[in-house]
């Protein structure tokens, strides 16, 4: 199944162009097929809770995804859920990362897969990012898997005590994804014995004499599990077919996943000779990383972030959300209680400022049309900015030159207020803020943490607005300290009467 515009909203203006990690530019894009796009994502690893550096992966590749949309194509887009045969190393020593998990929790390797899957799909919901035209789950393809390694072993691998291994030597150009392979690369990779090259990387790993794993299959290669790398091969090419259009994922991926990855896929397919220039892909883009003020986020270093910490801090995702659109993709974003704040008073804004639109637009209809009549008909006032979001858009996600002008679009003045709606629907197309369904007050969320049910803090401030009826302000003042204290700050005058001022420690 995948994702279309009706057939008459057609593309506006600017040409498409996107970062292309292959070759370091940016480039027009076209699909591969005209009007439609096949993109594959890295998902993810369902061993433990997604931290917000891992989802910021997900922002990026649904912001490409809306904006495909946003040009007329049809999107076909897979996520793949990684449940076997990821390594705690980058590359091919250490345990499996889910076998590991399960022995840690005292849980069954598929509990843990389904556990932590279902909170993923959780925190893209809460994102607002649009679910994939298909999940594909690792397990799900052992069998294809098999088959794809006993293709390309006999002319491309070799077989040790521990599995079968892929010789990156056989293929050419092995690692220009990551613009070639230097001493910090290769200190990420753990040596194996026996490997030819440091670079060599697991397409089967045997299980080891006398233990059974969890999962494992037999094999021509003995009882086991298929390397990492092998599965997003795999996958892709069942689900898109190779070449398909655009392979996303993490920078971190840059250096050794998608690298094997195209070296599978070149001896898989024979083009080593008659395609030199084959990948898989023929775009392969990557966002940057999120960094605190400790470094890159990650799992295993413990006590990371996740994106329900963050709602249990009273702070709503879509903030999270407009954080990642406020700096380019390929940009490093620092994460910090500063800025995922103000990122949360911004959103407050943009929300407060549709609703007074729409409170002036009452029982007229707003909701975007087609954008071809939008661009027809707009206000002259409100037409550049059209051109100009889509400019940005088109110019390799340019989401950070893209929100401005939604403001710029929202504070103008002597403009068809149903025409100011239309314009911001068509633009949170792009930008999947919900601005025009979710309300200031959905923002309010309690922190985990809260001292007071909301209903008290209702009823504290009835007592509160009787004392001020009663010119008692002393014990106005008092009800108003006392809440402070607790975590909500109280607000005059504004029909929402009060918030919760987010916890983020």
């Not at 433990?48 to 049809?74: C, E, I, P, Q, S």
């Not at 980058?90 to 932590?116: C, F, L, N, T, V």
């Not at 209903?455 to 006392?482: G, K, Y």
């Amino acid at each position: 199944m995948s994702d279309q515009f009706t057939p008459d909203e057609q593309h506006v203006s600017a040409p498409l162009r996107l970062f292309n990690s292959l070759t370091r530019t940016v480039d027009p894009f076209a699909p591969i097929d005209p009007n439609h796009t096949r993109v594959y994502s890295c998902g993810p690893t369902v061993y433990n809770y997604a931290h917000l550096g891992n989802l910021r992966a997900y922002v990026f590749t649904d912001t490409l995804r809306r904006t495909l949309l946003w040009k007329g194509m049809d999107v076909t887009h897979i996520i793949n859920i990684t449940d076997v045969g990821h390594l705690t190393s980058d590359a091919d020593a250490g345990d499996d990362k889910m076998e590991a998990a399960a022995r840690a929790q005292a849980k069954s390797i598929w509990d843990i897969a389904a556990h932590y899957t279902q909170a993923f799909k959780q925190n893209i919901a809460d994102l607002n990012i649009l679910p994939p035209s298909e999940w594909t789950v690792a397990t799900d393809y052992v069998p294809q898997m098999i088959e794809f390694a006993k293709k390309i072993a006999p002319d491309h691998c070799y077989e040790l005590d521990s599995g079968l291994y892929f010789d990156s030597s056989t293929v050419p150009d092995y690692g220009a994804l990551a613009g070639g392979r230097d001493d910090a690369a290769h200190a990420r990779i753990d040596p194996v014995a026996g490997k030819r090259n440091p670079s060599d990387f697991a397409i089967w790993r045997k299980s080891p004499p006398g233990e059974q794993r969890q999962m494992e299959w037999d094999s021509p290669w003995g009882k086991g599990a298929p390397g990492w790398h092998l599965e997003c091969s795999v996958m892709s090419q069942a689900r898109l077919g190779h070449p398909f259009d655009i392979h996303t994922g993490g920078i971190d991926h840059r250096e050794i996943h998608h690298p094997n990855e195209i070296a599978q896929n070149q001896a898989y397919c024979g083009c080593t000779d008659a395609q030199p220039g084959f990948t898989g892909a023929r775009w392969w883009m990557h966002n940057n990383f999120l960094v605190d003020r400790q470094g890159k986020m990650s799992k295993s270093k413990g006590g990371f972030t996740t994106l329900f910490s963050l709602i249990d801090a009273g702070v709503h995702p879509l903030a999270y959300r407009l954080l990642c659109l406020g700096a380019h993709y390929r940009s490093e974003l620092e994460f910090s209680a500063e800025s995922v704040g103000a990122a949360l008073t911004r959103l407050k804004r943009l929300i407060m400022a549709v609703e007074g639109l729409k409170s002036r637009a009452e029982g007229v209809t707003w909701q975007s049309p087609r954008l071809d009549y939008l661009r027809a008909n707009l206000h002259p006032k409100l037409a550049p900015l059209l051109e100009q979001f889509d400019a940005a858009i088109s110019d390799d996600l340019m989401t950070p030159r893209a929100l401005p002008l939604l403001e710029e679009a929202i504070a103008l003045k002597k403009v068809p207020v149903d025409e100011k709606l239309c314009l911001i629907a068509a633009f949170d197309q792009a930008l999947g803020l919900n601005l025009l369904t979710i309300s200031r007050a959905d923002l309010r969320l309690t922190p985990k943490d809260a001292q007071m049910t909301p209903e008290a803090v209702e009823a504290e401030l009835d007592r509160r607005q009787a004392a001020r009826a009663d010119r008692n302000f002393a014990l106005s003042d008092e009800i108003r300290d006392a809440l402070v204290e607790r975590g909500v700050d109280v607000m005059d005058g504004d029909p929402l009467r009060w918030e919760w001022r987010p916890n983020l420690g």
